[in-house]
């Protein structure tokens, strides 16, 4: 098992910000791509904004282009944290906001956006954004 935890979720008015971390331990070569998603209620998990340890990226969604940012950042040994920075949130940002974990295989395609790339998932941070 891989821990991810995530932190920095809560409520903002419409065009705040707020920052998320994902702390990542022992899952941190440069194959590693973290993964931002969310969900809402009924709602399949979308991917937000990927990034990989080895430099690939970042790729972002085209609702959030230009709003929001991905970094990351060696916070320690073995460990990486992924920050997400969501600016001019709007109410059809909310939701809950997961990291995730994948392995890019050589020579295999990878789809950063998708689900069923990433084997690890942290618990999730909700963002509410109200209007």
């Known amino acids: 098992q891989v821990p991810l935890v995530e932190s920095g979720g809560g409520s903002v008015q419409a065009g705040g910000s707020l920052t998320l971390s994902c702390a990542v331990t022992?899952?941190?070569?440069?194959?590693?791509?973290i993964g931002w998603f969310r969900q809402t209620p009924g709602n399949g998990r979308e991917g937000v904004a990927v990034?990989?340890?080895?430099?690939?990226?970042?790729?972002?969604?085209d609702s959030v282009k230009g709003r929001f940012a991905i970094s990351r950042d060696d916070t320690g040994e073995n460990t990486v944290t992924v920050y997400l920075q969501l600016n001019s949130l709007k109410p059809d940002d909310t939701a809950m906001y997961y990291c995730?974990?994948?392995?890019?295989?050589?020579?295999?395609?990878?789809?950063?956006?998708?689900?069923?790339?990433?084997?690890?998932w942290g618990q999730g941070t909700q963002v509410t954004v109200s209007s």
């Open positions: 995730a974990a994948a392995t890019r295989e050589p020579w295999i395609a990878f789809s950063p956006f998708s689900t069923h790339e990433y084997k690890y």
């Open positions: 022992g899952y941190t070569d440069r194959d590693t791509y």
């Open positions: 990034i990989s340890i080895g430099g690939d990226g970042p790729y972002y969604r």
